[in-house]
């Protein structure tokens, strides 16, 4: 190849031709699904420990579990095991700093108090796609002899004086996500798993702590024995060959059946480019365009994986934020087969059936497929116990509570919830009322509604911490995203074509669209800027002399109002009705009770005063002043029927309906005019009909 380059060269020099050689784009790797594997390393309980798994205390074993603890045993609960409490905490070696399995590394020498088998065996790996109920056998115990303290694995890091169960396979076949699950017990709270493995250079990680995962907690779809499992969240590690665990309950208790998932996610040539959806199918209805999303397909999901038939909520009412509680150190090529390691994690070894996060966004703003069924249908996830339905699960990749949320995955979960929520005209700013489904993770009891943000946290309706004190903390700023790609400019716009009577300017517009991400979507605050503005005022004074008067406004007129509904000694509803107390409108109506008493009729109910009616008002008028009159037509009930139905029409497009309008007459007659009218404007559905008036 030198040689060929040499000559060309000579060749252009001499000649002085500029020759174009043509250039061919590899086509990029095409997509397949992905072989994952899974193998489960069984350790039992700390009363009867199984395969390499060995119980210990304070680094001292006990070979037999707690049954074999010198004195009458634990009796253990009844799906779990138990230690009495320790009347003096034995001391602990000191902890090395946390650090998750791919920062610091340690030699392939155990650490003091830790020993492998002599001889260890790697875990059976099973293939995914055929899962069964019934764990892989884990490594034979290295030897008859029974374990030593030597062998009782030490993080440093233990709760003392509670019984841990510790397992340590330093020669596995190759992994890159761990988790940890156990038989489900209501019972058996705080179980933290501590995890370090073993790299292909033969040095061990630093040990990261894996506590439990509140995501789902029933019993999985079609389960004959309607066992549940819980467990940790599953953790990517990266190429790893080993693997050490350490698993306590901060009580004393450990649950039964603990066993540790190692996923091997397979490789594809297309992770490094991943491809993305198209929108076309999903963007039907939608007055938000639909962001960038990477498939299934293309980041190789597995359907011999699925086992769950779709199922389908009614509608969408809100979005819940998650975290994966994952490692952050990740690049942009590991995820799809981060992806594969979570999707075969919640549907074999959680026995979802599938991933259970709808949606999951990495650190670098790139957003995924992750539940099947449909990115703009109504499918049920299993990400929030007891809050599947009606609601969108959006996860971010990576564990939030140690570290500050890239602002570039904020941006992409408000641009994935803005394209959602304006497929079902959910209210980014507003609030809706789920039912509980009830579960052993959920806050709240099965049947109970709980009146929820339309955009909320794990944490407000799990016992979790998820999505993570920084992730949670950052819930205001994607709802104000939310707001921002929803339609506020056509919201602002909409207010003022309605409210001022014309177009915005750029710097109003502009100004307004910040005021509403700023107030976190506060559309009061922003109809309220309107509604105290002179120009607001000054347009209304007018229109008040127009309609009673039929005339324009007189400077003196103006000052003297404008006074008035700045101080507060009158609002702007009530303008119209004390210009008609005057001498100016009596004499309209030809300086007679029954013209006078008509006009009011006309303005205020639309129709003629009738003939038997007039004596009654005119008696009141001459024995209690005009304004008694104005008060009894004008805040009469059918009045404000009226007005409520005028105010629908104007701002909504539409009339109000019977029962709207004896809904809101009350709230006129007590409130006034301008509440009522505030209402409506900042209501969800005249924001939906700006972004079809202003698209």
């Known amino acids: 190849m030198r040689r060929f380059a040499t000559g060309s060269l000579a060749f252009l020099s001499l000649t002085g031709t500029i020759l174009v050689l043509p250039v061919y784009a590899a086509p990029l790797p095409e997509a397949h699904p992905v072989e994952t594997s899974i193998a489960e390393v069984a350790l039992g309980s700390v009363v009867d420990p199984v395969g390499d798994a060995v119980v210990g205390i304070d680094g001292?074993?006990?070979?037999?579990?707690?049954?074999?603890?010198?004195?009458?045993?634990?009796?253990?609960?009844?799906?779990?095991?138990?230690?009495?409490?320790?009347?003096?905490?034995?001391?602990?070696?000191?902890?090395?700093?946390?650090?998750?399995?791919?920062?610091?590394?340690?030699?392939?020498?155990?650490?003091?108090?830790?020993?492998?088998?002599t001889t260890p065996a790697a875990p059976t790996t099973s293939s995914a796609p055929a899962p069964s109920t019934t764990p892989a056998p884990s490594a034979a115990p290295s030897s008859s002899e029974e374990p030593t303290d030597e062998d009782v694995v030490v993080s440093g890091d233990e709760v003392p004086g509670v019984p841990a169960l510790t397992v340590s396979q330093p020669s596995t076949e190759p992994f890159s996500s761990v988790g940890v699950t156990w038989q489900a017990d209501s019972e058996i709270t705080d179980v933290v798993a501590q995890i370090r493995v073993k790299r292909?250079?033969?040095?061990?990680?630093?040990?990261?702590?894996?506590?439990?995962?509140?995501?789902?907690?029933?019993?999985?779809?079609?389960?004959?024995?309607?066992?549940?499992?819980?467990?940790?969240?599953?953790?990517?590690?990266?190429?790893?060959?080993?693997?050490?665990?350490?698993?306590?309950?901060?009580?004393?208790?450990?649950?039964?059946?603990?066993?540790?998932?190692?996923?091997?996610?397979?490789?594809?040539?297309?992770?490094?480019?991943?491809?993305?959806?198209?929108?076309?199918?999903?963007?039907?209805?939608?007055?938000?365009?639909?962001?960038?999303?990477?498939?299934?397909?293309a980041w190789g999901a597995d359907p011999n994986l699925m086992q769950w038939t779709p199922q389908y909520a009614p509608t969408i009412k809100a979005a819940t934020i998650h975290h994966t509680a994952d490692s952050n150190n990740y690049s942009a090529e590991q995820v799809p087969a981060i992806m594969r390691s979570i999707y075969a994690y919640h549907s074999q070894t959680r026995d979802w059936g599938d991933i259970g996060y709808n949606v999951i966004v990495d650190k670098f703003g790139r957003i995924?497929?992750?539940?099947?069924?449909?990115?703009?249908?109504?499918?049920?996830?299993?990400?929030?116990?007891?809050?599947?339905?009606?609601?969108?699960?959006?996860?971010?990749?990576?564990?939030?509570?140690?570290?500050?949320?890239?602002?570039?995955?904020?941006?992409?979960?408000a641009d994935v919830i803005a394209w959602k929520f304006s497929l079902y005209n959910v209210d980014p700013a507003g609030s809706t009322v789920l039912t509980s489904a009830g579960g052993g993770t959920s806050r709240y009891a099965a049947g109970q509604q709980v009146a929820l943000p339309t955009i909320f946290g794990h944490r407000d309706v799990g016992s979790t911490a998820c999505p993570g004190k920084y992730g949670y903390v950052k819930l205001p700023e994607i709802r104000a995203g939310v707001i921002a790609r929803s339609g506020a400019e056509p919201f602002v716009r909409g207010l003022y074509q309605d409210m001022m009577g014309r177009a915005p300017d750029t710097v109003g517009l502009q100004g307004w669209v910040s005021t509403l991400a700023a107030t976190n979507g506060d559309r009061r605050a922003v109809v309220r800027g309107f509604s105290y503005s002179y120009e607001y005022r000054l347009l209304a004074i007018r229109q008040a002399y127009q309609t009673v008067f039929n005339r324009e406004v007189d400077p003196g007129g103006i000052s003297t109002w404008m006074r008035a509904l700045q101080n507060g000694s009158l609002r702007i509803d009530q303008l119209g009705p004390v210009l008609m107390t005057s001498a100016e409108f009596y004499l309209r109506g030809g300086s007679s009770d029954a013209g006078f008493v008509d006009n009011i009729y006309r303005a205020a109910l639309g129709r003629p005063v009738d003939p038997s009616e007039v004596g009654l008002w005119a008696w009141v008028r001459q024995t209690m002043g005009p304004g008694a009159v104005i008060d009894g037509v004008w805040g009469s009930f059918e009045a404000s029927m009226r007005r409520v139905n005028k105010d629908y029409t104007y701002y909504l497009g539409r009339p109000a309906s019977v029962a709207e309008q004896r809904a809101w007459a009350p709230a006129l007659q007590a409130k006034g005019d301008e509440a009522v009218r505030e209402e409506i404007i900042i209501s969800w559905e005249y924001f939906v009909r700006s972004r079809v008036r202003f698209p």
């Open 200 to 297: 292909p250079s033969g040095r061990w990680s630093g040990w990261t702590t894996l506590e439990a995962d509140d995501a789902e907690q029933v019993a999985p779809p079609g389960s004959a024995d309607a066992v549940v499992r819980a467990g940790t969240a599953p953790y990517w590690t990266d190429d790893a060959r080993g693997i050490e665990v350490v698993v306590q309950g901060a009580r004393g208790d450990v649950p039964e059946d603990v066993r540790v998932a190692l996923i091997d996610p397979g490789e594809s040539a297309a992770d490094s480019a991943p491809a993305v959806a198209s929108a076309a199918q999903d963007q039907a209805n939608a007055a938000v365009a639909m962001p960038p999303i990477v498939s299934r397909a």
């Open 368 to 413: 995924f497929e992750g539940r099947a069924g449909g990115l703009a249908s109504t499918v049920i996830g299993a990400h929030a116990g007891g809050f599947n339905t009606n609601t969108f699960g959006v996860s971010m990749l990576g564990n939030y509570d140690l570290v500050g949320v890239p602002q570039a995955t904020i941006n992409a979960i």
């Open 60 to 117: 001292e074993v006990l070979p037999d579990g707690l049954d074999g603890r010198d004195g009458p045993a634990a009796a253990p609960s009844p799906s779990g095991s138990s230690a009495p409490a320790p009347s003096t905490p034995a001391p602990t070696a000191s902890a090395p700093a946390t650090t998750g399995p791919s920062e610091s590394e340690s030699t392939a020498t155990p650490e003091p108090g830790t020993s492998a088998p």
